[in-house]
């Protein structure tokens, strides 16, 4: 039976047996989804994706000798959602976690694919594609010379494109993270502050407790009292864990 209104999707993946999995995948977990077609490499996706639109692009990193980055950086108005679908890439994942697009790593889960598709029909009408499309770019190149200076914070209904250097320090509750920025504002994101923690120890911050990870340029003192805390700009308190108070000594030697 047809599906009124389908989702039309496109594949880029230098693999023949990757794109065929996917399309098993798409078919039997989002009967949604219709395969608009298909490319192995970025000129035949570029030549498509410039004539004709869908609502999401599934996206390999590594396409022979060029990258997943190389066909976002020749697409001008492309408004669907990117997913990339890939085998781990450090810098690529990197690049993809600071811009807030979705990934799925390979073998997929058809699990993981399912809630994928799922976002992306949900913010498709939110998210601003080319700005999000120039953050990846940006990324990927700014990473291996740790020269990153924004971060992408998705909420619900908006994604905030966020100065790393404005972050004061990232609060968790549970499976959400909050980010508390200079000027008051507060953003929270639902993602765990341990692949915060990760992608944000390059920048000069440092995990102190299970649920703080601070921006060190943005600590006024430490307090030693009441178990020890420090004081963050903006008047906040943060809380250092007895294990991780010998990290402090080198900050405060």
């Known amino acids: 039976m047809a599906v009124l209104n389908p989702i039309r999707c496109f594949i880029v993946d230098d693999e023949i047996q990757a794109v065929h999995n996917l399309r098993l995948a798409l ?4 009967p949604q989804v219709e395969v608009a077609g298909y490319a192995h490499n970025v000129h035949e996706a570029h030549e498509f994706l410039a004539r004709r ?5 599934f996206l390999d990193i590594r396409l022979q000798n060029e990258t997943g980055f190389d066909l976002l950086k020749r697409l ?3 408004q669907g959602s990117i997913i990339f679908t890939t085998a781990y890439d450090l810098y690529g994942i990197q690049a993809i976690k600071f811009s807030a697009t979705d990934y799925l790593l390979k073998p997929l889960d058809h699990r993981e694919l399912a809630e994928a598709v799922g976002k992306a029909t949900d913010r498709k009408k939110e998210r601003d594609q080319s700005a999000q ?23 619900a209904s908006e994604i905030h494109y966020v100065l ?6 990232c609060k968790s509750d549970n499976s959400y993270t909050t980010f508390h920025l200079t000027g008051s504002r507060k953003i929270t994101v ?4 341990s692949e915060y923690e990760v992608i944000l120890e ?15 340029n943005r600590i006024v003192s430490f ?8 004081m963050m700009e903006g008047n906040f308190q943060a809380v250092v864990s007895k294990q991780r108070r010998h990290l402090l000594k080198e900050l405060f030697l």
Do not use: W
């Open 202 to 216: 390059p920048y000069g911050f440092l995990r102190t407790h299970q649920s703080y990870l601070i921006n060190k």
């Open 223 to 230: 307090k030693k009292e009441d178990g020890g805390y420090l």
């Open 164 to 169: 790393i250097d404005d972050i004061i320090f």
């Open 76 to 78: 001008n108005g492309y």
């Open 27 to 30: 078919e039997a977990h989002c």
């Open 133 to 155: 499309i120039a953050m990846l770019v940006q990324s990927f190149e700014s990473l291996p010379m740790q020269k990153q200076k924004k971060i992408a914070l998705a909420e």
């Open 190 to 193: 639902s993602k765990p502050i």
């Open 53 to 57: 639109q869908t609502d999401i692009l």
